[in-house]
């Protein structure tokens, strides 16, 4: 298995425009999961999918920020308008059942200007 | 109650030395303790991880050391090697819900 593939990798955009990040879980894996990382606030979940259904989404930072998963294969986390602040690294991590452990992507590396 | 304290936040260990990566949780629901590894550009990686049913597990090099009763637990790298340089996560999951708890991370440096 190729693992959980994100893409792109690197992502530089200006402010105000539209960002969409992909994700492919692995197959198999029921749990899909977004998380933002930064040097000041670490790991932070974003958004948790189970069974392709969105089951918490209370830690996206605002309405600026939306996740689909439209089926088992493919993910998607859009940020409407970007702002600098929104600068991280963002991860999708994929798992067999949500309490067990996770296999991360290589992450986005998101650069707003 | 949700938190997972991790220490130290950097951790600088000659080669062949032990190195100790501590962590502790409130939250009695956790019953699951995974620790992430994670290199530079890269996402973390699931390295090993314990269930409170045991005191100890050993992978190779890596333990998890685990007190129930004081809600801590511990990663020891033994013969630390400079491949080990890496940021350290602690975690802790309850697997009746779904979310898990990432500590702080730990920065740990092995000197050649």
């Known amino acids: 298995d190729a693992g959980v593939i994100q893409s792109p990798r690197h992502e530089v955009t200006e402010m105000g425009q539209e960002v969409t990040l992909r994700c492919k879980p692995i197959s198999g894996h029921n749990s899909l999961f977004w998380y933002r990382q930064t040097m000041m606030r670490g790991l932070e979940l974003l958004i948790y999918f189970n069974n392709n259904v969105p089951i918490d989404d209370s830690g996206m930072p605002e309405d600026r920020f939306s996740a689909k998963m439209p089926n088992a294969s493919f993910s998607t986390l859009k940020i409407q308008p970007s702002e600098p602040r929104d600068s991280a690294v963002y991860f999708c991590?994929?798992?067999?059942?949500?309490?067990?452990?996770?296999?991360f992507g290589s992450g986005t590396r998101l650069t707003v200007v | 109650q949700q938190q997972v304290k991790q220490s130290p936040q950097s951790l600088i260990v000659q080669k062949g030395g032990i190195s100790i990566i501590n962590c502790a949780y409130e939250n009695t629901a956790f019953d699951y303790f995974p620790w992430y590894q994670q290199f530079p550009g890269k996402g973390p990686a699931l390295l090993i991880a314990?269930?409170?049913?045991?005191s100890e597990k050993k992978e190779g090099r890596f333990t998890i050391s685990f007190n129930k009763s004081a809600k801590q637990f511990s990663l020891h790298i033994m013969d630390s090697q400079p491949g080990d340089s890496a940021t350290y996560f602690c975690a802790a999951v309850n697997t009746g819900g779904f979310k898990t708890i990432f500590g702080a991370g730990t920065r740990l440096f092995v000197k050649a």
């Open positions: 991590a994929s798992s067999l059942q949500a309490g067990g452990g996770y296999t």
């Open positions: 314990i269930r409170p049913d045991v």
